[in-house]
């Protein structure tokens, strides 16, 4: 009976000691990273002349998977298909780095003498946008920033809407490099608005 207790025992211990292995062989949990969306840089040849008072920016439109903080992505295999990265996210929703960027890009350009985010004045213009795409276009090489945004533009009551798009590729095929490339599209978008805004 002594000996069956210890063969029992041992069997037991060795159990144990098997299942300890396999937990410690385990690879560590991956830990979140967080990105700032990249400050604009402003193409002061294409700056303006404060030839309209005031500008409001209102906050963009967000719908669905485009509302979440995660960086997506897609391939160019499969481009109907979105994905999120799991363990890198943007300190804040696109919708506030998107505004936020249009604001200072705005203000350093001097397209307005005023440029707001809230209905604290009458503003001459109103912007309105809907970001369509925001997010990583990539293949076993390439990796690039993809930023498409509707914009409706109101200029002395009457509004028309215009359609941008900034693709950016990324030095290399880190998520750092892709958030630079981020920055650099959403200025190619706001050049584009900044021409609309300086058309008399």
Known sequence: MRDKMVNIYFIISAVCLLMLSACSSQPPVPVNKYYHFPEPIVDVKKAGDKSIKSILIRRP????????????????????????????????NPSLSVQDSLVKY??????????????RI????????????FEQIKSNTESYALVRIVFTVNKMGKSVIYEFEGKVKAENLTIHSLVVAFGQAMDKVTVRLVNVLNKK
Do not use: F, M, T
């Open 61 to 92: 439109i967000v719908n669905g998977i485009y509302n979440e903080r995660a960086i997506l992505n897609s391939r160019l295999s499969k481009p109907l298909e979105i994905n999120r990265y799991h363990y890198h996210l943007w300190v804040q």
């Open 106 to 119: 705005l203000s350093q350009s001097e397209v307005a003498e005023v440029i707001d985010r809230k209905n």
């Open 122 to 133: 009458k503003e001459s213009v109103i912007i309105g946008s809907r970001i369509l795409r």
